[in-house]
């Protein structure tokens, strides 16, 4: 086997091959917008999934609190558009703001009991909020329309003149729409998860006492990032009513859809960036595909069911950490990134009592790095 | 003399019917290197926890540079000054060995960059550059045990809480171990409170040495004088000290 | 509001509606003639627990679709089902109508079930596909200027509780007590909302409504209540559900009406037993397993034509839901075939805005009348009673025609 | 106080339905300490062989023998050949796998049956006289049943676990699985018994529960037993076969009770108001009822 | 012939192999040390042959060999391993973490006279027996360890720096208690031990593992007058 190729993170061909992916990604972005407007629309609903399994990522992925509980949030956001645009006449998309601050403290909400409840537990506790969600929309029916469900009038969601398309593009508008938020969610992702804010999330994750002990307030990561989990599967929400335009309580938002994101996360890899992305690829193309191989004899229409859970089962043998984790280890053969160089004294050959050659660094006298707090 | 930056006096706690902590009393002054010994189960740990506020003890005050321990949440102890390594192994598996020592700065001040480059040189120092990049799950016991200490470090403490840093390395790792505590000692002008049962380690790094059985103080005083004390070493030492 | 009132009053014979091809994507292909085959496109849950239902009403309208391409199809024109599964969900529908129209290029669309028409009902309406006898039946699509191109199969929840509370004045014409039982879904909503209507201005008197979520707590809260008539306003699970819980808890209402999506005796009334005795329910399908209609002729031609086509299920009455939507179907076709419009998109939404027509297997006395401001389609139920001693439905009593509330002749 | 009675007695019946599902959810956990989300349609898949069975001529005692062998059989089979391999991989994956059997074997009974509902005949009488009156209120002897083989369950679940070394050992494989191995416990035996015996557990379960489900046997039976069944194992503690009895019989009596007497709510909250105050005493208790303290050792 | 023999082992993580080659042997009845820097490969070699990682090579035991077979078959066998770090059930009580460690006998009473036994040796363990093992201290947990592995009667016993946060007495305590066995009962011992010094003194021979291989071995007391050795793992 060749030795991997060596990239170092924030070199020049490091930067090339991030630029080279980013224009590949949006080339295909723009042939895609080419083609027949029911693939334009499929492509535009696995976006919106890729975002709302990117929030549950984030505390079931990065922060470890397995929630059966977003299609709760998918709902919520999904709701408030739909309720906003129809009984308010609000523009559909001046409600993504709110949706998305609604979801953000709802889930902060949700997230206190994670302080004192964990694990399978808190899933419990998910499980709840699941349930609610289809129960509470029947019950507040004056706002929601409640079983009947609430059908958003096509021409409410034409998009908006200046973004250049006609009245008669919608599909087009919702495609670049929800493109572009993927996008910045995934961005969002990618910043959030190697700054400080993310290792403190994964630290609780793996350790809580020891990172408690470490000075991660490990109650307000708990609930900020189930807030905006809440928030960015709220996102999605807001998006999936604009390309459904009919929300019911028992369609769109029962456990089944948390199952479903569930399935996109573990298949697509937990705690990975991309997974999410792969992940709703699988949840929406897998089941179409499974449909389609069905025979034409309808009574055989089960037969997809096998296929899927077949399926399934057969992508978790193959790569049981996901389709992500599974690839990045086949492409780590191939090239291995390397993180930055950052300037620290090299320390000269372990040998015996070396110690007393590599400095410590930082120190009382270090006033810029020492910052105590209480004194 | 100078004033104590730890006081731990009269901690009591039980669990069920074990009392673990029964009135226990010690200070450490400042830049000093306290050993604490004492036989399983003494107690030396579950000092440790109610020290970071893992446990609450049943009774009892601990004080630290003036401010009052047990009012401080578990994750305010570390801004306090207080930092810990665990018996046991309590690292983040998934993280490499660098986030690892990154997640020990949480609490500082400064910019991401600048605190990874800090935490380089910690590991340069504690040789673990190798390993830096290496998630901590699948390293040896004994560079886990480095990569605890390092982790601490990145904190900035005022006081070490060392529990047993010396377990699995060989008799010169445990040498070059002394000598580097020593040193950050110096160093970073803090105090250290080391519980371990390599005596050799002790006797040759403490300034003094308490030591403990039943959750009790049974000897406190140079390390010498503890080392030929008779309840200590009917308790601890055995007939290898006696 | 988005939820217009259930219909006006209308006329059948109000004259010709125009379909308003002005508005469509793509008016051309609106008008544009169908030659050599007609594609159906159906959308519906072919895996999932609905999926035995679905599967039988295809077949039926598959094999009604055979008999008359083997007699020579529309004019010619064969007749063609496409078929894709949505699995119960509204947003596999929408993505699956959206490909039926642009890539299967089928003619005509067909749904099952309300969220899924909720779901694909504003862009088929766009693309002008006319959607007919969809499986559902809300008031939203009975709104003609909204939604031009859609059409529904199922009776309106508000002309069946006419005919069910017109049932009950009959039988009490000195009033009664009355309690529902509603299912917190839509269609138990529509059923119990539309029996509340009803019920205004007549004697009966409401004393209990209760959820359906469990049927014990309902059937002991029902029975603590006094009433004479309970009205289940429940979907089909309900049904048996509800006749056992009401018979353990001791209760035995005089008056026990089922909805009319509870006609299938077997799987329905036969596991409640004697609980079920003496429930009643509207009916306006003629069916193949009872001896009534040994000797209809309609019955007859329906049952010698399965058989020929192999059909594994004649006397379902899905499968017989399934073959009346395909006689529907076709009726309209050729109804379109032969109108200044022809065999078009518009031509056949045309012909379906004004469709009178008996089906030989609706019950003597029931037609299908549409009226472009009125489309409600079935008018008129007959009430059966179920029999557990002999586990047959029983007629009770005539046809009730209620169409004079919704038409004016 | 008869309507008090009747309510009790409904709730106490719908809880032993689900205390029945989450013992066997119990048992799946205290050998592998996962949740077995495939559980309930595992149980389905048995019912309808029962089912079948009984539309052969057999009797429903010979189908209920029949579904819970095969129980067994397909849960050791289930075990060995999808579970094993990628439990040592990765906890989601496990997850995963039994999301997908649980799609696959509904499909796979709606396509081998149809999905049309079914009749299931029931093992105990079930006749609208088959009742003994208790203070005005009726207590049907297929409830009892029920109640009964519950008992019988926990009862021989309680022996099991605190009075055979094979108790002993799921505990340890749980705990420990590497340590298990080095004590010389057959970890993959365990395994294989625990998943076995929760399958067939769960096919009697199916075959006693389906006849009292307002759904009769169809392939929705299941799902919603399974979640409340989940939601009463966690309850009561998620490894204590008490713990499950005593957590359906709050979630099933609770649900009566609100349904019946908190009018506004129980209409149209029912399983959000038993939720949410199952939730409240979690956060009380966060290890449920009677479930094991979890260790904040360091 | 000897007990334990071990040819050309390679074993490893994934892709990272750690064993490069190891040939190592215990005779019936003899105690042999292994020693070697942190990082070395010791415990890979243990985990390996007590069968939780796959490896290359032979293993052979009492003549058979024991190829890739699992731990629990290898336990059968007559080899126990006590784990480095805490081997014990952190949710059994000390009594069951006991019972559990017998899972391979059949003779009640024996087992229950071992227990006895034990609780003996680790007076402790005797006070906190219906104690959650995941309470004890680090210490204790070690203890519990080291009788839970002997409750299997083995014919060979490994130990994974058993004197890990044992205090002194214990651990002299408990070489006492090694040295006993192996006289008494014949069990042979294969110990990894940082404290090298009282390893040495129980051991008949011992081996020196660098960056797994083996740089070394002998005689425990040619070992012992070593200046390499002396310097590195006795510290004087
Ligand atoms: N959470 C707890 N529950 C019950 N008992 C506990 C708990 N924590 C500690 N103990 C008991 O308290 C005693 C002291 O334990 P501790 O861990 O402090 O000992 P130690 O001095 O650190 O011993 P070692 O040197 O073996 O690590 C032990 O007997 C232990 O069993
Ligand atoms: N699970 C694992 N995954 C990947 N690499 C591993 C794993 N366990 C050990 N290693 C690697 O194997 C090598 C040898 O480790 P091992 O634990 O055998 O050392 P050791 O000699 O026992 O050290 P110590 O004295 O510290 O216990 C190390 O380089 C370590 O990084
Ligand atoms: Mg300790
Ligand atoms: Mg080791």
Redo the contacts with the bound molecule.
């Keep these: 086997m060749p030795a991997p190729f060596v990239l170092t993170r924030g070199t020049w061909p490091h930067r090339l091959l991030l630029l080279a992916i980013a224009a590949l990604a949006a080339l295909a972005l723009l042939w895609a917008s080419g083609l027949a407007q029911f693939r334009v629309s499929q492509l535009t609903s696995v976006f919106i999934y890729a975002i709302a399994i990117s929030g549950l990522n984030l505390a079931t992925g990065y922060t470890g609190l397995l929630s059966i509980g977003h299609s709760a949030f998918f709902g919520l956001g999904a709701y408030t558009t739909g309720v906003l645009v129809m009984r308010y006449n609000w523009d559909p998309l001046a409600t993504i703001a709110p949706a998305v601050a609604l979801c953000f403290a709802v889930g902060f909400v949700i997230g206190l009991p994670a302080l004192r409840i964990r694990g399978l537990y808190l899933a419990l506790v998910t499980l709840a909020v699941g349930v609610a969600f289809p129960e509470l929309v029947r019950r507040f029916s004056a706002l929601t329309g409640g079983a009947r469900g609430l059908v958003i009038r096509r021409r409410l969601l034409n998009p908006p003149a200046w973004s250049g398309f006609g009245p008669g593009e919608r599909t087009q508008w919702l495609f670049w729409l929800s493109a572009v938020a993927l996008g910045a969610v995934l961005l969002l992702m990618h910043l959030l998860v190697r700054s400080r804010a993310g290792l403190a999330m994964i630290a609780t994750r793996d350790n809580e006492i020891a990172a408690a002990a470490s000075g991660v307030r490990v109650a307000t990561v708990k609930t900020s990032v189930f807030g905006l989990s809440g928030a960015v599967t709220g996102l999605a929400g807001c998006l999936f009513a604009m390309y459904l335009a009919a929300l019911s309580p028992d369609g769109s938002f029962t456990l089944l859809k948390s199952i479903e994101f569930i399935t996109g996360l573990v298949i697509g890899g937990a705690a990975t960036r991309l997974g999410p992305v792969v992940g709703a690829f699988a949840v929406v193309y897998i089941p179409y595909l499974t449909a389609s191989l069905n025979p034409s004899n309808v009574s055989q229409g089960q037969l997809s069911g096998v296929l899927f859970g077949v399926v399934l089962i057969l992508i978790i043998f193959l790569m049981p950490d996901g389709v992500v984790g599974g690839l990045s280890r086949l492409s780590g053969r191939l090239v291995q990134l390397r993180p930055a160089r950052v300037n620290t004294p090299t320390p000269p050959a372990p040998e015996e009592n070396n110690h007393e050659a590599s400095p410590l660094p930082g120190g009382r006298d270090d006033r810029d790095l020492t910052a105590r707090g209480v004194q | 003399m100078s004033v104590a930056v730890l006081d731990v006096r009269d901690v009591r706690i039980h669990f069920g019917g074990v009392t673990a902590l029964d009135g226990i009393s010690l200070t450490v002054d400042p830049g000093e290197i306290c050993g604490l010994i004492g036989p399983n189960g003494a107690g030396k740990t579950t000092l440790f926890n109610c020290i970071t506020r893992i446990y609450r003890p049943d009774a009892g005050t601990i004080r630290f540079g003036g401010a009052d321990l047990l009012a401080v949440p578990r994750h305010r102890i570390v801004r306090h000054g207080v930092a810990r390594t665990f018996q046991n192994l309590a690292l983040f598996p998934s993280l490499s060995v660098l986030e690892n020592t990154v997640v020990g700065a949480h609490v500082r001040r400064g910019r991401h960059r600048a605190l990874r480059a800090e935490a380089l040189g910690i590991l340069a120092a504690l040789d673990l550059a190798d390993?830096a990049h290496?998630p901590a799950?699948?390293?040896?016991?004994?560079?886990l045990k480095r990569v605890e200490l390092a982790r601490a470090l990145a904190a900035h403490p005022r006081l070490l809480l060392l529990d047993e840093p010396a377990g699995?390395?060989t008799h010169a790792e445990v040498r070059d171990l002394g000598a580097l505590i020593k040193r950050i000692r110096d160093r970073y002008e803090l105090s250290a409170l080391l519980v371990e049962h390599h005596m050799g380690l002790v006797m040759g790094i403490c300034d003094h040495v308490v030591a403990m059985d039943s959750g009790r103080k049974i000897a406190d005083g140079p390390p010498q004088d503890v080392q030929r004390d008779e309840t200590v070493a009917a308790a601890y030492l055995g007939r290898a000290a006696a | 509001g988005d939820e217009p009132e259930a219909a006006g009053t209308g006329s059948a014979a109000a004259g010709a509606w125009k379909a308003p091809v002005a508005d469509c994507d793509d008016p051309a292909a609106a008008t544009k003639q169908i030659t050599g085959t007609l594609k159906v496109g159906w959308s519906a849950a072919l895996s999932g627990p609905l999926a035995g239902a679905v599967g039988a009403v295809l077949q039926g309208m598959k094999d009604r679709f055979a008999v008359e391409n083997a007699a020579g199809g529309i004019g010619g024109v064969k007749l063609e089902v496409v078929t894709r599964d949505d699995a119960f969900d509204p947003a596999k529908a929408k993505a699956n109508v959206g490909q039926l129209i642009q890539s299967d290029k089928v003619d005509v669309l067909d749904v099952f079930g309300s969220g899924q028409l909720d779901a694909v009902a504003d862009d088929q309406n766009a693309a002008c596909v006319p959607l007919l006898f969809a499986q559902s039946g809300v008031p939203t699509f009975r709104d003609v200027k909204n939604f031009p191109w859609t059409t529904q199969y199922l009776p309106s929840a508000d002309v069946e509780t006419a005919f069910d509370v017109e049932l009950l004045k009959q039988k009490y014409p000195n009033g009664a007590k009355v309690a529902i039982a509603a299912n917190q879904t839509e269609s138990g909503k529509g059923l119990a909302d539309g029996f509340k209507k009803a019920l205004q201005g007549t004697n009966l008197e409401l004393v209990k409504e209760v959820s359906l979520a469990d049927p014990a707590a309902a059937a002991t809260t029902l029975s603590a209540s006094g009433a004479q008539v309970l009205f289940d306003a429940g979907v089909t699970t309900d049904c048996p559900a509800l006749s056992i819980a009401v018979g353990r808890s001791g209760w035995k209402p005089e008056t026990f009406i089922q909805p009319s999506n509870c006609v299938d005796g077997n799987t329905l009334y036969k596991p409640a037993g004697a609980a079920a005795d003496g429930q009643l329910v509207p009916v306006w399908l003629k069916n193949p397993a009872s001896t009534l209609y040994a000797a209809d002729p309609g019955m007859q031609d329906y049952l010698a034509k399965l058989k020929a086509q192999n059909n594994a299920a004649p006397t379902n009455s899905y499968t017989v839901n399934g073959w009346v939507i395909g006689d529907l179907m076709v009726d309209v076709f050729k109804k379109a075939a032969a109108s200044s419009s022809k065999l078009s998109h518009a031509g056949i939404m045309e012909a379906a805005r004004v469709q009178e027509y008996q089906p030989p297997m609706f019950i003597d006395g029931i037609k299908w009348k549409m009226a472009p401001d009125a489309p409600l389609g079935i008018l008129a139920f007959r009430p059966f009673q179920w029999n557990a001693a002999d586990t047959q439905f029983k007629p009770f009593g005539e046809v009730i025609d209620i169409s004079s509330k919704y038409l004016t002749k | 106080m008869s309507l008090l009675l009747d309510r009790l007695f409904d709730g106490i019946t719908n809880g032993c339905v689900y205390a029945i599902m989450a013992l066997a959810l119990v048992i799946v956990f205290r050998g592998s300490g996962t949740i077995n989300f495939a559980q309930g349609e595992l149980a389905l898949f048995t019912t309808y062989i029962a089912w079948w069975l009984t539309t052969l001529g057999a009797p429903i005692w010979a189908g209920l023998v029949v579904s819970a062998v095969a129980g067994l059989v397909l849960g050791a089979g289930i075990e060995r050949t999808l579970i094993r391999p990628v439990r040592r991989r990765n906890d989601m994956a496990v997850l995963i796998v039994c999301l997908g059997l649980f799609t696959a074997l509904n499909a796979l009974a709606g396509l081998l049956w149809n999905s049309e509902t079914k009749v299931m005949p029931s093992v105990f009488p079930n006749g609208l006289d088959d009742y003994v009156a208790i203070g005005g209120a009726r207590l049907y002897f297929d409830g009892l049943g029920v109640w009964l083989v519950v008992l019988v369950v926990v009862a021989l679940m309680f022996l099991l676990f605190n009075r055979t070394r094979l108790g002993l050992h799921m505990r340890a494989v749980a705990n420990a699985p590497e340590s298990a191995a080095l004590s010389g416990v057959r970890t993959g035996r365990v395994l294989m018994f625990g998943w076995a015996v929760s399958a067939a557990i769960g096919a009697v379960a199916g075959v006693l529960v389906t006849p009292l489900s307002p759904q009769q046997l169809g392939l929705q039976t299941m799902f919603p037993i399974l979640i409340y069944a989940s939601a009463a194992a966690l309850f009561g503690g998620l490894d204590s076969p008490i713990g499950a009895v005593v957590g359906g019989l709050v979630l099933g009596v609770l649900q009566q009770l609100i349904m019946g007497y908190v009018g506004f709510i129980g209409d149209t909250l029912p399983q959000t108001a038993a939720l949410t105050i199952i939730v409240a005493v979690l956060v009380v208790r966060p290890t449920g009822l009677f479930g094991t303290r979890q260790l904040e050792r360091v | 012939m000897s007990l334990l023999q071990v040819e050309g082992l390679v074993a490893?993580?994934?892709p990272?192999q750690?064993l490069h080659g190891v040939d190592l042997t215990v005779g019936e009845g003899e105690v042999v040390v292994v020693l070697?820097?942190?990082?070395?490969?010791?415990?890979?070699?243990m985990r390996a042959i007590a069968g939780l990682l796959t490896s290359r090579g032979t293993i052979a035991f009492a003549g058979h060999r024991l190829g890739n077979r699992r731990a629990e078959l290898v336990v059968r066998a007559g080899i126990s391993l006590v784990p480095?770090g805490r081997g014990t059930f952190t949710a059994l009580t000390v009594l069951e973490n006991l019972r559990v460690g017998a899972a391979v006998r059949t003779d009640r009473d024996g087992v229950a006279a071992d227990i006895e036994h034990w609780f003996g040796v680790f007076p402790v363990l005797r006070d906190r027996a219906k104690q959650v093992a995941g309470t004890l201290s680090g210490g204790e947990q070690q203890m519990l360890a080291v009788a839970r592995a002997l409750m299997s009667r083995p014919r060979l016993l490994l130990c994974?720096?058993i004197s890990l946060g044992l205090a002194p007495k214990i651990v002299a305590g408990l070489f006492e208690v090694l040295g006993r066995i192996n006289a008494e009962s014949g069990t042979a011992l294969l110990l990894?031990e940082?404290n090298a010094e009282l390893a040495l003194a129980l051991a008949g021979r011992a081996y020196l593992?660098e960056v797994?291989r083996v740089a070394g071995q002998g005689a425990a007391g040619e070992f012992r007058d070593n200046d390499a050795v002396r310097r590195a793992y006795l510290g004087y």
Excluded at chain 5, 36 to 45: D, E, F, R, W
């Design positions: 390993v290496r799950q699948g390293l040896p016991f004994g560079t699995g390395l | 490893g993580y994934g990272a750690v070697g820097a942190n990082g070395a490969g010791k415990t890979t070699l480095q994974d720096e990894v940082q593992l797994g």
